[in-house]
C-alpha cells in the first residue's frame, strides 16, 4: 500500500469531533525575540515541525489544514499529565485537555484547549512516532506561508504581514476547514478544501460532486487503497483534461475519489501536496484570504 493520502484519515476523524466538542479559544501572543520561521521539514509532502510545551520541545507534529484542533497523540499526552476523559468517534477515543502553553514558532498559545488521539498506526505508514497534528488553531491565529519549493513554514502576525507580491484571492472557511475555487473543463466549478494534510498526487473529488459534473470525464479510471485511521479504504483514481487553482492551469492532472455514498457535505473535494508543490501558499485565515505565489 502506498504512503500517500495516509493522514486523509486523520483530517476525517479531527473534523468529525469538531461537530461535538468546540475548542476554547487560547489567549495568543507573538514573540518577536523568536525567528518567524518554524524547523521544519517536508516527508512524504507533508511538513512536520517540533512545538515547545510547557517549555519543553516536542515533535514531530504534522502541519494540517485539514485538522480542526491543536491535537497531541496519547502517549504525548500522558507522559505530560493531560488528562480528560474522552468519546469515540469514527472508532476513535477522543479525550480533550487543556496545556498550559504551547509554542510554535513565534506563536505562543496560553492555556491551549488540545485533543488527544492515538497516532500509533498512521505513524507506522509515516515512519517515525508522531508527537501530534497542528491545525487550525495555529492558522487562525498567524498569517502562515507555507514554501514548498523550498521547504520551508514561517508565521507572521496578521497585523503587520503584506503580502510581499503576487494578488490576494478569496478563502472560504468552511467551519474550521479553508477553500478555495476552482474551475474544470466543461465550465465545472467548485469549492475545494486546501489540505497541507494530505500529500494524495492531484485533486480529490467528492463522490456527490461528479454525480452533478457528467460533463467532466474522467480517464484512465482504475482503483486502489488508501491508509486511514479506520483502516483501509477502495479508492477510484482517473485523470481529468484540466484543472484551474491558484491562476494555474494543470494539465492531466492526477484524480482520486471515493465510492458512491460519500456524503461529506463541506467541500466539492481537496487539493493537496500534488497541486501545491509548485506553489508558495499563504494563508490568511484571520482576514480570509490566501494567495499562491511562484517561488
Given at each position: 500500500?502506498?504512503?500517500?493520502?495516509?493522514?486523509?484519515?486523520?483530517?476525517?476523524?479531527?473534523?468529525?469531533c469538531?461537530?461535538?466538542?468546540?475548542?476554547?479559544?487560547?489567549?495568543?501572543?507573538?514573540?518577536?525575540?523568536?525567528?518567524?520561521?518554524?524547523?521544519?521539514?517536508?516527508?512524504?509532502?507533508?511538513?512536520?515541525?517540533?512545538?515547545?510545551?510547557?517549555?519543553?520541545?516536542?515533535?514531530?507534529?504534522?502541519?494540517?489544514?485539514?485538522?480542526?484542533?491543536?491535537?497531541?497523540?496519547?502517549?504525548?499526552?500522558?507522559?505530560?499529565?493531560?488528562?480528560?476523559?474522552?468519546?469515540?468517534?469514527?472508532?476513535?477515543?477522543?479525550?480533550?485537555?487543556?496545556?498550559?502553553?504551547?509554542?510554535?514558532?513565534?506563536?505562543?498559545?496560553?492555556?491551549?484547549?488540545?485533543?488527544?488521539?492515538?497516532?500509533?498506526?498512521?505513524?507506522?505508514?509515516?515512519?517515525?512516532?508522531?508527537?501530534?497534528?497542528?491545525?487550525?488553531?495555529?492558522f487562525?491565529?498567524?498569517?502562515?506561508?507555507?514554501?514548498?519549493?523550498?521547504?520551508?513554514?514561517?508565521?507572521f502576525?496578521?497585523?503587520?504581514?503584506?503580502?510581499?507580491?503576487?494578488?490576494?484571492?478569496?478563502?472560504?472557511?468552511?467551519?474550521?476547514?479553508?477553500?478555495?475555487?476552482?474551475?474544470?473543463?466543461?465550465?465545472?466549478?467548485?469549492?475545494?478544501?486546501?489540505?497541507?494534510?494530505?500529500?494524495?498526487?492531484?485533486?480529490?473529488?467528492?463522490?456527490?460532486?461528479l454525480?452533478?459534473?457528467?460533463?467532466?470525464?474522467?480517464?484512465?479510471?482504475?482503483?486502489?487503497?488508501?491508509?486511514?485511521?479506520?483502516?483501509?479504504?477502495?479508492?477510484?483514481?482517473?485523470?481529468?483534461?484540466?484543472?484551474?487553482?491558484?491562476?494555474?492551469?494543470?494539465?492531466?492532472?492526477?484524480?482520486?475519489?471515493?465510492?458512491?455514498?460519500?456524503?461529506?457535505?463541506?467541500?466539492?473535494?481537496t487539493?493537496?501536496?500534488?497541486?501545491?508543490?509548485?506553489?508558495?501558499?499563504?494563508?490568511?485565515?484571520?482576514?480570509?484570504?490566501?494567495?499562491?505565489?511562484?517561488?
Amino acid at each position: 500500500m502506498s504512503r500517500r493520502a495516509w493522514l486523509a484519515g486523520l483530517a476525517l476523524l479531527l473534523t468529525a469531533c469538531a461537530t461535538a466538542v468546540v475548542p476554547v479559544a487560547p489567549s495568543v501572543v507573538f514573540d518577536t525575540a523568536k525567528s518567524p520561521r518554524l524547523p521544519a521539514r517536508l516527508k512524504y509532502g507533508l511538513f512536520v515541525t517540533t512545538a515547545r510545551l510547557d517549555d519543553v520541545e516536542h515533535g514531530p507534529f504534522v502541519l494540517d489544514t485539514g485538522a480542526f484542533a491543536l491535537t497531541l497523540d496519547t502517549r504525548l499526552a500522558d507522559r505530560l499529565g493531560v488528562t480528560r476523559p474522552g468519546h469515540t468517534v469514527i472508532r476513535q477515543l477522543v479525550r480533550f485537555g487543556t496545556v498550559g502553553a504551547i509554542e510554535i514558532g513565534p506563536v505562543v498559545f496560553r492555556r491551549a484547549e488540545v485533543s488527544i488521539v492515538d497516532l500509533s498506526a498512521p505513524a507506522k505508514t509515516f515512519g517515525e512516532t508522531l508527537a501530534g497534528v497542528l491545525g487550525y488553531p495555529l492558522f487562525a491565529a498567524a498569517v502562515v506561508e507555507v514554501d514548498y519549493p523550498r521547504q520551508t513554514v514561517t508565521c507572521f502576525d496578521p497585523k503587520t504581514y503584506r503580502l510581499p507580491r503576487g494578488e490576494w484571492q478569496p478563502l472560504v472557511l468552511n467551519g474550521w476547514h479553508a477553500g478555495i475555487s476552482a474551475r474544470f473543463e466543461a465550465g465545472v466549478e467548485g469549492i475545494f478544501m486546501v489540505d497541507t494534510g494530505s500529500n494524495h498526487p492531484g485533486v480529490h473529488l467528492k463522490a456527490r460532486f461528479l454525480e452533478r459534473h457528467p460533463l467532466l470525464v474522467l480517464r484512465d479510471g482504475g482503483k486502489s487503497k488508501s491508509v486511514r485511521i479506520g483502516g483501509v479504504r477502495e479508492t477510484l483514481v482517473g485523470r481529468i483534461s484540466w484543472l484551474e487553482v491558484g491562476g494555474r492551469r494543470f494539465k492531466g492532472p492526477a484524480v482520486t475519489f471515493d465510492p458512491p455514498g460519500d456524503d461529506d457535505p463541506l467541500f466539492d473535494g481537496t487539493i493537496g501536496y500534488g497541486l501545491l508543490r509548485d506553489f508558495v501558499v499563504v494563508f490568511n485565515y484571520p482576514e480570509r484570504k490566501i494567495a499562491f505565489l511562484d517561488p
